[in-house]
């Protein structure tokens, strides 16, 4: 039989599968709830959530930085950055500079998100997008050609 690994689900998998009376080594036993404890600012049973959750149910005046930002819309960093940046291809990503850090209002994020928002509903003859907060645009206008002649 080999050796439990770290990690409790293994622990236990291997002690199921162990005769009765066997001993285990207290170093892989610590590993293994080490490995299994809860972070110590989290109250009991609560699950840590990822900042792609997170970043709906925080307090709307919570400031966050470019690694959450990117986190939470699933994104790189050089994304965030590209949208924060003076050449941004459309409208920039609401930020503040804090001593030179890109710093972001959680609020503010809401609702950029919800502005870019495109909403496709799949199923109907013909898939239906529904952006949010788009004001309808003015009809275009053809240029008339002179005629040369």
């Given at each position: ?85 003076e050449r941004a291809k459309g409208p ?58």
């Amino acid at each position: 039989m080999t050796e439990p690994k770290g990690n409790p689900s293994e622990l236990q998998r291997w002690l199921s599968q162990a005769p009765p009376g066997t001993l285990v080594p207290t170093e892989v036993v610590a590993h293994a709830l080490a490995a299994a404890a809860p972070d110590p600012g989290q109250p009991p049973g609560v699950l840590t959530q990822t900042w792609r959750e997170r970043i709906w149910t925080c307090d709307p005046q919570t400031r966050i930085g470019v690694l959450e930002l990117a986190e939470a819309v699933g994104r790189t960093k050089s994304w965030v950055y590209r949208g924060t940046g003076e050449r941004a291809k459309g409208p920039r990503i609401p930020h503040r500079l804090l001593q030179g850090e890109l710093v972001f209002v959680v609020a503010d994020i809401r609702a950029w998100l919800l502005e870019r928002e495109v909403v496709v509903v799949p199923g109907h003859p013909t898939d239906l997008v529904v952006k949010r907060n788009s004001a309808p645009r003015p009809p275009r206008q053809r240029r008339r050609r002179g005629f040369s002649g």
